[in-house]
């Protein structure tokens, strides 16, 4: 299981407080010692190694709902202060991973997970918004980079070696090989902490954020207030967010008299917030007492008689109802969610993405693909930049047999997203379908590399060589890409020895 991580914590030179939230706190320039030691490419590519193990972790949530709206929530935030992203501009990428902790963690390079226990525990999106924008306030003043600007660039692959390891501590069930985590990890885990001045700077970059974002930024009290309500007199039992993230007396103090002043500012959360909480239930425990458990928790919505929670009751029903197989039902409390969504005036105009993929799902799974292929071309065109239902359009879309028009779309997106490895797999299946093997295996030869997989990538290159289709364009194609990596896995191989 995913566990808490933050970034080494060496002594910080502190940057001097503003004297209050009005007064802008300025990210600071680094030396050039320490710009020469870690620069903001290799804290990336740091941050890119470290996410291949995690992509490839049981508890990573690669749920496409999800992902589309804590990447749309977090490039929100990230919008109202730009600079945010720091001297590299860095694409920040949010996730969730399936963890009962409350807890999220950033990783070098601007990757920033939210564990699903905090998604749940989440009551608005400006408490969700105060733990996010706090750890793009880590990333924003570069603290891995000032942490570790001393360490040599050949010991960053034993120290990302040494951050998965934590990452996958609590996953280990074997006594004793959690024994010898706890006997070595304990001072490991104390050096992964934040300092506490690291801590007030992502505190004041973070409430900074949420004024300029229109969230409100009494927000961060109240989900730390909350947090450490919950684990008064259980000191061995501190949520692990507030281990990983100490938040003393001090630092709630120092947050409550920088936003005495500010005036009070209402932020109506998206619909889409508590619809993705509703989702998060069944995601965090996908078994048929975690479907019973969930659905108690969606029926007790519906009693609230709140548009808001009757529309994420009824989603939520409508989602076990699916995982269930229970088709005709869950496509009527998808109804009843639509429905509820429409009567009132929302500000999403009475559509939402997470509704619209629930029902493409709904549609296919019920064998009435044409149905599916007129919601998800709607879908797409409301949601543009909807990731998740750009994919669903090219299922549906060879789900009736548009092959033509399902490799079209396809080429376009990969050339939209020339990172996404879905977009080489759906790729890959088109060319399948149409016996084009060759196009085939080079599509998963990108799917592989995309994801760090170079060895498995080279296999897929070797097969497309020998596949009966192969032109001499093809084969020039596949050598040239092999070439390419070939020196990347050398690379890899002498990091490797590195580490040894």
């Given amino acids: ?22 007064d802008d706190v300025r990210l600071p320039s680094l030396g050039d010692s320490e710009r020469e030691s870690l620069s903001p490419l290799t804290e990336r590519k740091l941050g890119e190694y470290i996410m291949r193990d995690i992509r490839r972790d049981r508890d990573y949530l690669d749920d496409a709902p999800t992902l589309d709206y804590l990447n749309n929530f977090g490039n929100q935030l990230l919008a109202a202060r730009p600079e945010a992203r720091g001297e590299a501009g860095y694409d920040f990428f949010f996730f969730a991973v399936r963890d009962p902790m409350l807890n999220a963690f950033a990783l070098p390079g ?14 608005s999106e400006s408490e969700l918004a105060s733990v996010v924008a706090h750890e793009i306030g880590h990333v924003a003043q570069r603290h891995i980079a000032r942490m570790l600007g001393q360490q040599k660039q050949d010991m960053l692959i034993p120290l990302a070696g040494a951050i998965l390891a934590v990452l996958a501590a609590r996953s280990n069930t074997d006594a004793s090989a959690a024994l010898l985590i706890g006997s070595q990890g304990v001072a490991l885990q104390r050096q992964l ?12 970059i973070g409430l900074q954020i949420l004024r300029d974002a229109g969230f409100e930024t009494a927000g961060m009290v109240t989900f730390f207030g909350r947090m450490q309500s919950a684990s ?14 100490p938040l003393t007396t001090e630092r709630i103090a120092d947050i409550e008299a920088r936003i005495r002043d500010l005036r009070y500012r209402q932020h109506a959360d998206n619909v889409d917030f508590q619809l993705i909480r509703a989702r998060m239930r069944v995601l965090q425990d996908d078994t048929s007492q975690g479907w019973r458990d969930a659905s108690d928790i969606y029926r007790a919505q519906l009693l609230q008689q709140s548009r808001t929670q009757t529309v994420a009751g009824k ?14 039902t869950a496509l009527a409390l998808l109804q009843d969610a639509r429905t509820a969504l429409r009567s009132g005036a929302p500000r999403n105009g009475g559509e939402s993405s997470v509704l619209d993929y629930l029902g493409i799902e709904l549609l296919l799974a019920s064998g009435k693909a044409t149905e599916a292929v007129s919601l998800a071309d709607a879908a797409r065109k409301r949601f543009p930049l909807s990731r998740g239902l750009a994919r669903r359009y090219a299922d549906v879309l060879l789900a009736v047999g548009r092959t033509d028009e399902a490799l079209a779309y396809l080429r376009d997106q990969a050339q939209l997203y020339r990172t996404d490895p879905d977009v080489q797999d759906q790729l890959a299946k088109v060319y399948s379908t149409q016996g084009k093997r060759v196009l085939q295996h080079l599509a998963l030869a990108e799917s592989y590399a995309l994801r760090g997989s170079l ?32 020196v990347r896995w050398k690379e890899e191989l002498a990091n490797s020895k590195r580490e040894k």
């Fill in 1 to 22: 299981m995913v566990a808490a991580i933050v970034c080494f914590a060496l002594p910080l030179q502190p940057v001097r407080a503003a004297a209050n939230l009005n």
């Fill in 110 to 123: 601007g990757f920033i997970a939210v564990h699903s226990a905090l998604l749940i525990a989440a009551q």
């Fill in 193 to 204: 902490n934040f300092s506490r001045d690291a801590e007030r700077e992502a505190d004041r």
């Fill in 232 to 245: 008064s007199g259980y000191s061995d039992y501190l949520p692990a967010y507030l281990r990983s993230h």
């Fill in 315 to 328: 989603y939520g029903l409508a989602l076990v109802a699916f995982r269930r197989s229970e088709f005709a």
């Fill in 455 to 486: 060895q498995a990538a080279m296999d897929q290159l070797r097969i497309a060589r020998t596949a009966p289709d192969a032109t001499f364009y093809d084969q020039a194609l596949v050598d040239a890409r092999e070439r390419d990596l070939e």
